[in-house]
């Protein structure tokens, strides 16, 4: 260990420090003014609920609850009645938004893709009910930031599995290939 009096004398941790602030002192800086300049949430991120729509404009949900079940905060709310064609319809939607943890499980969860989680971060607000989505309110998100082609590729980019990730190998043993022992 170095001496303790060298130290002291000639300031070797000050002309560290100093040396150190001396490098970075005509770097442009890191940080960004956020009102001004925001930077685009990168793909995949998990923001603000929206209700899927099919090709022909109607609601994916057939009304299920498994998003419901599996959601951890339990802040999806399910309330169905029973259609004109006696088929189960979804009459009310809601996502309690200020006690959803944004985990995703509920996207994963549904066998339709009916729900989504859109890139969209900046929805601060002054009263609670602005944050209960109901269902017009999850379907116009989707119409606000799924538009077009955006909606399609979300779910093949984002969202696994698919059945295309389920393919075998050809050098993989197949077992109807297999010819067995005939028992004499």
């Given at each position: 260990?170095?001496?303790?009096?060298?130290?002291?004398?000639?300031?070797?941790?000050?002309?560290?420090?100093?040396?150190?602030?001396?490098?970075?002192?005509?770097?442009?800086?890191?940080?960004?003014?956020?009102?001004?300049?925001?930077?685009?949430?990168?793909?995949?991120?998990?923001?603000?609920?929206?209700?899927?729509?099919?090709?022909?404009?109607?609601?994916?949900?057939?009304?299920?609850?498994?998003?419901?079940?599996?959601?951890p905060s339990q802040c999806i709310h399910i309330y169905t009645t029973e259609g004109?064609?006696?088929?189960?319809?979804?009459?009310?939607?809601?996502?309690?938004?200020?006690?959803?943890?944004?985990?995703?499980?509920?996207?994963?969860?549904?066998?339709?893709?009916?729900?989504?989680?859109?890139?969209?971060?900046?929805?601060?607000?002054?009263?609670?009910?602005?944050?209960?989505?109901?269902?017009?309110?999850?379907?116009?998100?989707?119409?606000?930031?799924?538009?077009?082609?955006?909606?399609?590729?979300?779910?093949?980019?984002?969202?696994?599995?698919?059945?295309?990730?389920?393919?075998?190998?050809?050098?993989?043993?197949?077992?109807?290939?297999?010819?067995?022992?005939?028992?004499?």
């Amino acid at each position: 260990m170095k001496n303790p009096l060298i130290k002291t004398v000639f300031f070797t941790e000050i002309l560290k420090g100093m040396a150190l602030t001396f490098r970075t002192l005509f770097k442009s800086p890191v940080t960004r003014r956020y009102p001004l300049v925001k930077v685009p949430a990168l793909p995949g991120f998990r923001g603000l609920h929206a209700l899927a729509k099919d090709n022909t404009g109607r609601m994916k949900c057939v009304g299920c609850g498994l998003c419901g079940a599996y959601c951890p905060s339990q802040c999806i709310h399910i309330y169905t009645t029973e259609g004109e064609d006696h088929n189960k319809a979804v009459e009310r939607y809601e996502v309690d938004v200020l006690r959803c943890i944004f985990c995703g499980f509920c996207v994963e969860a549904c066998p339709f893709g009916a729900i989504t989680l859109s890139e969209h971060y900046e929805y601060a607000n002054y009263t609670r009910d602005d944050f209960y989505m109901t269902k017009e309110k999850l379907l116009a998100n989707w119409d606000k930031f799924f538009e077009g082609e955006k909606g399609k590729r979300y779910f093949k980019e984002f969202w696994r599995p698919m059945s295309d990730d389920f393919t075998g190998n050809p050098e993989q043993a197949m077992f109807s290939k297999i010819k067995r022992k005939e028992r004499t």
